[in-house]
């Protein structure tokens, strides 16, 4: 073989050599990339995915919220409004009345605030047999606003009367108490005219 050829040889070898080197040392830093763009394209399929399922979530607690809403305001239809409660005596008077039993006097007692309604409690107290005041309480129960009778007493009368016990119970009408409304932003200051006058010098 004769030295030139030796020297083609050799200098192609080193030049093929030197190719693979720098193939290696600029594409490793490309692999590098990808396996980083990899990694990240991962991730953000899972972001993808979490905010897919975050919305399934929102969407089925809208639904719940707007039924729970819904429920909400049928059950402030029902609760007696400030008017309503003023004529409770009158209301259950009249109960009394159709029920066939009698009235011996109510006394109006102090509202009790709560969180989201009012409670106004009267105390009742009661002439009547038992079977007459089991219709009152049905018919107490069957009003179109949400009235509650609690703390029942009931006491025999001795000896032949009309009305064999006595009765004296509670009786409250609870009034929604709505949100207060949020108060208003006041208008942002206006600049007083001098600062003006000044700033344009």
Known sequence: MNTQLQKQILIGGLAGLLITVLAWVFLGGKRDERAALKASI?????????????????EKL????????????????????????????YRIKKLADTAGIEQ???????????????????????MAGYHSFGQF????????????????QLKRVGGKTLWPV??????????YNPDP???????????????????GD
């Open 62 to 89: 809208k639904i719940e919220v707007d039924q729970q809403q819904k429920l909400i305001e049928a059950l402030i239809k029902l609760m007696p409004t400030d008017t309503d409660k003023g004529e409770i005596p």
């Open 137 to 152: 309480a049905s018919q107490v129960s069957g009003y179109e606003k949400i009235i509650n009778v609690s703390e029942m």
């Open 166 to 175: 006595t009765i004296t119970c509670r009786i409250s009408a609870f009034v």
């Open 181 to 199: 409304p949020k108060p208003v932003a006041p208008p942002p200051a206006a600049a007083p005219a001098g600062k003006t006058a000044a700033a």
């Open 104 to 126: 011996v006097s109510f006394n109006v007692e102090g509202a009790i605030k709560k969180d989201y309604y009012t409670e106004y409690p009267f105390t009742f107290t009661f």
């Open 42 to 58: 991962v991730i953000l399929e899972k972001e993808v995915d979490k905010g897919y399922q975050l919305k399934a979530n929102y």
